[in-house]
């Protein structure tokens, strides 16, 4: 009966897993779509109310999501006029940004450089920089939709069948 009610916490505890990573890889998805919808926002306020970038991360803050705490934060960095320039600020934030443990190591590099290219050039530039980084974002977040399927596949039958093996190997 012990080895039993053992061995189903370990198929558990597999499928547990490789359910977890199935959640990574959705919440990637989320992150970029969300990252997405804020660089479309951007653009669009940049090109036509002319805002400035406190402003923006303001509004950008109040949307939660994800990203939340890294507008509030930038927000703040910018009124709290420290001398430091935008990027330094936008490096520091990320760094403490907790849900970038789901990001893979090109989407962490996409962002510095949009923080790198925010709020440090006239409008004009930072309307084509914008889009740039829409586009790649676009080619990011498509190729991560495309990989989904295969990667919760593959996830849920290795971490079952590890589940199985270990099962049998302790059994």
């Keep these: 009966m012990l080895k ?17 990573a199935v959640l990574r890889h959705t919440a990637r998805i989320k992150m970029l779509a969300e990252l997405e919808q804020a660089l479309q926002y951007l653009y669009g306020e940049i090109e036509y109310s002319g805002s400035d970038m406190m402003e923006l991360l ?19 960095c910018l009124r709290s006029y420290d001398g430091k320039g935008f990027f330094y600020h936008w490096k520091r934030e990320l760094h403490k940004l907790g849900t970038a443990g ?5 989407d962490m590099e996409l962002l510095c450089s949009i923080g790198e290219n925010l709020g440090n050039m006239d409008r004009q530039t930072q309307l084509h920089t914008l889009e740039i980084f829409q586009v790649r974002l676009r080619e990011i977040l498509l190729q991560a939709r495309q990989e989904y399927g295969e990667k919760v596949k593959v996830s849920g039958i290795v971490w079952i069948t590890a589940g199985l093996f270990l099962a049998l190997v302790l059994v």
Excluded at 68 to 74: A, F, Q, S, V
């Design 58 to 76: 303001d509004r950008l803050a109040a949307r939660q999501g994800y990203f939340g705490d890294l507008w509030k934060n930038m927000g703040d």
């Design 4 to 20: 039993a009610a053992g061995v189903i916490l370990i198929l558990f505890g597999c499928g547990g897993l490789g359910w977890h």
């Design 102 to 106: 789901y990001l893979k190591r090109g």
